[in-house]
């Protein structure tokens, strides 16, 4: 038989019956998603990056007050100064864009770089408008995106990332408004000066302007002065790690933060808690791990003085890793001689897809644990809007039996007035995600780049480490049956 709508709607989040039947009592929020079958009686070492994972930061305001530094660096590049007085807009960008630095628009592709929805400045593009800028509806500079480089594309696909979306598109709204800036080609002509901004000299503005920000700017030093203003006390997070420690489990920090940074946030998180050092939570800990470099080559591997925050010179010889000790960069393979690790034996969570996630997963084959705090609004609209998805499933239904059949202008006429429905419904579903870009994962029946990563990287995903408090540590997570199209709409016949 065919797939009901009910299998149709689990398979949206990749669920298959046997776990869905096993965690129907728990809250959707409180889930973890399975991509790749798991079991975590083989998972030894438990790992974890800081920032967006145990660290979690409050948006908006951290995103705004980004934002405004990076605005106010930008001023100093020649930018106007009132654009520092742009106000944020929190339900503008979504992880997974694309900057298309020849045509200056932000995209959202699926994996074979279809344009799924569009944005010039922070104007959404329309379906015409779209077509106009990529007449096959395909981005072509998509060849080889997103792991590789590619000199017209920059992938936004980290939540450090959702600032920056924001100020390249209100640099381009004040370029298209501007009247001292003549629209051409390549970019915008200033003919009083005789200067060109091109979108890529735009981008590499913003980034100059954002690496100022993070690296000399007031953003760390706002963070570690008010760790409360910024940071979003977890009061699990200490049960997490001593619930880990507890069952013989390794437990170890690897972050690219430097220590200092990162002894002022995880004092917050766990000293200001409980009153017990926060190293003492981990086996290990590596800060300045310059990760995704760390499942390669790596960087020399320095203990760090704990006193005066500094890396001690010369690189680590021992032959063990100390617990209560901080280290410094090295690399995977490194990290696993002097633990005794292997890649199947650890889990590691963190919020970078690339950076945490593929790297590891490609290079050291580590299970991957993806953290997606975007989960919890997508899985609000997901079962508040049952109606609307129903609808839409319903009309793919009917298009697909009506074009297989047809065969007059009639017909025709019926397919194009239910596919003009099936786009207004597509659109509705949309805008309940997010105005401008939809949902992070999906257009309609299309995944987006950022999901298919998603599907093909991490092993399983949640919205909050805490998560996984929720499963024993012998827990079987099983991955759900993959269909083939000819699987999923032929009907079987019954014996």
Known sequence: MTLSLEHFLMGFFLISDSESHSQSRKCPTDRVFVNRSLSLDTIRYYGFDMDYTLAEYRTPYMEAET??????????????????????????????LIFDKKQGNFLKLDLHGLVLTACRGTRKLTRREIRDEYPTKFCKLFEKMPEGENRFLQLFDTLFDTPKIFVVSVLVDWLEKSSNYAKTDVGYFDNSNSSLITYGTLWSDVLQAFDMVHMKGPLHSNIMKYPDRFIERNPNLPKL??????????????????YKFTNVVMNYLLDDLTG???????????????????????????????????????THQADIMLQGEVYSGGNCDLFCQLTGAEGPDILYF????????VRSKKTNGWKTFLVVPELKHDLDVWTRETKLFERHHQLERQLGELQAASGNNQDREVIRKLDQERKTIVDEIDARYNPYFGSTFRKGGRLSCFANQMDKYADVYSSTINNIINYSLSHQFWSPPKLLPHEATVAQQPE
């Open 241 to 258: 790690l001593e619930y880990l420690q507890s069952c013989d489990r390794k437990v170890f920090l690897l972050t690219n933060s430097p």
């Open 350 to 357: 963190g919020d970078h897809i690339y950076g945490d996630v």
């Open 276 to 314: 017990k050092k926060w190293t003492d939570y981990f086996d290990y800990v590596i800060v300045k791990a310059s990760k995704p470099r760390f499942f390669n080559e790596g960087t020399p591997f320095r203990h760090i003085n704990r006193t005066t925050g500094s890396a001690i010179l010369g």
């Open 67 to 96: 934002a405004k530094y990076a605005f106010e660096r930008l001023a100093e590049l020649g930018y106007p100064k009132e654009l520092v007085d742009t106000k944020y807009l929190p339900d503008f960008a979504v992880r997974g």
